[in-house]
């Protein structure tokens, strides 16, 4: 069974800083392209940061600005959510998510391109 564990989620005052980790199998780390997501209760998930291939460069949702950063340690099998300059509205489950690549190489961007998912770590910024 493949595990993605989360964690590094905390509450924080607006402007303050949290890093998420995501460790999982070498296998699936290796298999798959792995991405950050986040849902608010009544809204759909969406995606805050992933890859743009399997070998290329992070890609974020527009709402991040600059403020998040994505990042791998392949000795590890480990991906990192570096935030920022967080915000009252970035509140939120953070779930940490892998899926194939698509034609073997390019990383998906929907939700539903993702197979496997972590149990979720909470973030919650107060103002």
């Known amino acids: 069974q493949v595990h993605l564990v989360e964690s590094g989620g905390g509450s924080v005052q607006a402007g303050g800083s949290l890093r998420l980790s995501c460790v999982t199998s070498g296998y699936t780390y290796n298999s798959n392209c792995m991405a950050w997501f986040r849902q608010v209760p009544g809204k759909e998930r969406e995606r805050v940061a992933g890859?743009?291939?399997?070998?290329?460069?992070?890609r974020y949702g527009d709402f991040v600005k600059g403020r998040f950063t994505i990042s791998q340690d392949n000795a590890k099998n480990t991906v990192y959510l570096q935030m920022n300059s967080l915000k009252p509205e970035d509140t939120a489950m953070y779930y940490c998510?892998?899926?194939?690549?698509?034609?073997?190489?390019?990383?998906?961007?929907?939700?539903?391109?993702?197979?496997?998912w972590g149990q979720g770590t909470q973030v919650t910024v107060s103002s």
């Open positions: 998510a892998a899926g194939p690549p698509i034609s073997g190489r390019l990383c998906p961007s929907a939700v539903y391109n993702y197979d496997t």
């Open positions: 890859f743009v291939s399997r070998d290329g460069g992070p």
